[in-house]
Nanobody, 117 residues
Framework: QVQLVESGGGLVQAGGSLRLSCAAS????????MEWYRQAPGKQRELVAT???????NYADSVQGRFTISRDNSKKMVYLQMNSLKPEDTAVYYC???????????WGQGTQVTVSS
């Protein structure tokens, strides 16, 4: 059974930083794409950042230049470094990992990020 556990959320003032982590555990053959999503109250879940198996990254326009996604394949972890946080970044953040052999994905439980003005 594959599980994802997230950590690193919290309350921070505008302009501050947080680093989210997501660890995968269980019977894992290999990991393909790793992603971070977020969902603010009353809004749909949106894709924030993506990192491929070879390290290519992509970001939502709203976080470009402020957030950095990275991964450690040996530890089966993905990270989201969030700088220059804004109140509109407030949301529950979820990691989503796509595994191979055969392809399937799993979601983390979510971690709350609150940015005060």
């Amino acid at each position: 059974q594959v599980q994802l556990v997230e950590s690193g959320g919290g309350l921070v003032q505008a302009g501050g930083s947080l680093r989210l982590s997501c660890a995968a555990s269980g019977n894992i053959f290999s990991i393909d794409v790793m992603e971070w999503y977020r969902q603010a109250p009353g809004k749909q879940r949106e894709l924030v950042a993506t990192i491929t198996s070879v390290g290519n990254t992509n970001y939502a326009d709203s976080v470009q230049g402020r957030f950095t996604i990275s991964r450690d394949n040996s530890k089966k972890m993905v990270y989201l470094q969030m700088n220059s946080l804004k109140p509109e970044d407030t949301a529950v953040y979820y990691c989503m990992i796509t595994f191979t052999g055969p392809p399937y994905n799993r979601w983390g439980q979510g971690t709350q990020v609150t940015v005060s003005s």
